[in-house]
């Protein structure tokens, strides 16, 4: 007989050792994977995590991907701390995008300085709003928020599927579905030339700045500690756990709808009808590598970052499907947290000792 007992005492170096080791698991999967496929483990690993960043203008791409992944996977985690489990980010990221790109259009023959931080307030706004719908229902009629916020996501593509094919389509675009490319005021400057990084990977790094001194130096990331931890302390000691709710899941749709809107005035420059390829739901794996914690979502977002850059570069140089990056977050997350598991249980064989 196989089964799991608990430990006394969880190792707190091995919490934040686990995602390495995790890492280290995903890649020998991952040769494992590549000899059944009839590719060189050795030739596929450099071309999926090391050849991407051999170049300046492969680091440049690093943080153009990374941008969206440190945004949300940042307040996602502040979310998660407090038990409130926000799965629709990438519908949020998508409201995000509509919102900005409406203001981009309806002042798409105006220049101004005050075109882009409106457009990333706009952006903003429209995260919110759709995030505050799973957090009405949650705490109104107790609806679960992963459901809620994951099936929002299916109706925000089609809400971005409409636009982009009735009121935003270009009507000089000869009916591809897609808006007019935006205006130079409502682009994203430039960090360096001859590259895509642009102002967003500077505001993700500044969203890292703030989630910390949230999580770490406020009353406000005390009292989501709190209620994540011990919710009958937390209710005991006065702290509500409505207004948390609704403060982890606005912290998530702003954070998504920002990614959105520098996504759409960012790489892409219009609105299309695929904005992300997934952004929102990887984000949930970035959370969870970086140990919820602003500084880990960094480092994870930029990991994560590279699995992109990686499988599309295994797929022009080795011919292998674009799907072998999903296979390698997928296990990256479950080997995490099969880690995580023997964090806090140990593996014990034979017969359960009977208690007298």
């Known amino acids: 007989m196989i089964r799991l007992e608990r430990r006394s005492e969880s190792s707190r170096a091995m919490t934040y050792l686990s995602p390495i080791l995790a890492l280290v698991l995903t890649l020998l ?11 060189s483990p050795s030739a596929a690993l450099y071309t999926f995590f090391v050849e991407p960043v051999t170049t300046v203008y ?5 943080g153009v991907k990374a941008t969206p992944l440190i945004l949300i996977g940042v307040a996602l985690s502040i979310g998660f701390r407090c038990n409130v489990w926000n799965i629709g980010a990438e519908g949020q990221l998508t409201l995000g995008a509509i919102f900005g790109s409406a203001v981009a259009l309806y002042f798409y023959e105006v220049e101004g300085f005050w075109l882009l931080p409106l457009m990333l307030v706009a952006g903003i706004i429209g995260g919110m709003a759709w995030a ?3 957090a009405l229902l949650r705490t109104r009629f107790n609806s679960s928020e992963i459901l809620t916020s994951l099936m929002l996501t299916y109706v925000a593509t089609l809400l971005l599927s409409y636009l982009v094919h009735g009121p935003f389509r270009d009507p000089d675009g000869y009916n591809f579905p897609e808006s007019r490319i ?3 005021s409502a682009i994203l400057p430039i960090i360096f030339d001859g590259s895509r990084l642009h102002l967003g990977f500077a505001l993700a790094l500044l969203v890292v700045v703030a989630g910390w001194i949230l999580i770490s130096r406020s009353l406000i990331g005390f009292q989501l ?10 209710n005991y000691a006065g702290f509500s756990q409505k207004a ?3 403060l982890s899941l606005m912290l998530g749709g702003g954070a998504a709808g920002l990614a959105g809107v520098i996504e759409v005035s960012g790489p892409i420059g219009q609105l299309l009808p ?8 990887t984000a949930i794996i970035v959370a969870f590598v970086g140990r919820l914690h602003p500084v880990g979502v960094l480092f994870a977002g930029l990991l994560m970052a590279l699995s992109y850059l990686g ?3 295994a797929q022009i140089n080795l011919n292998l499907p674009l799907a072998v990056t999903g296979v390698f977050q997928g296990m990256l997350l479950f080997l995490l947290l099969a880690c995580d598991v023997l964090i806090h249980y140990r593996i014990r064989f034979g017969k359960r000792s009977a208690i007298s």
């Open 29 to 39: 999967a991952g040769i494992a994977l590549f000899s059944a496929m009839g590719v």
């Open 244 to 246: 948390m709710i609704w």
């Open 225 to 234: 500690r709190v209620m994540g931890n011990a919710p009958a302390a937390g």
């Open 274 to 281: 695929q904005i992300s390829p997934g952004y929102g739901f």
């Open 311 to 313: 499988g599309e570069n």
């Open 58 to 62: 492969g680091l440049t791409e690093l």
């Open 182 to 184: 935006f205006h130079d």
């Open 132 to 134: 505050a719908i799973p």
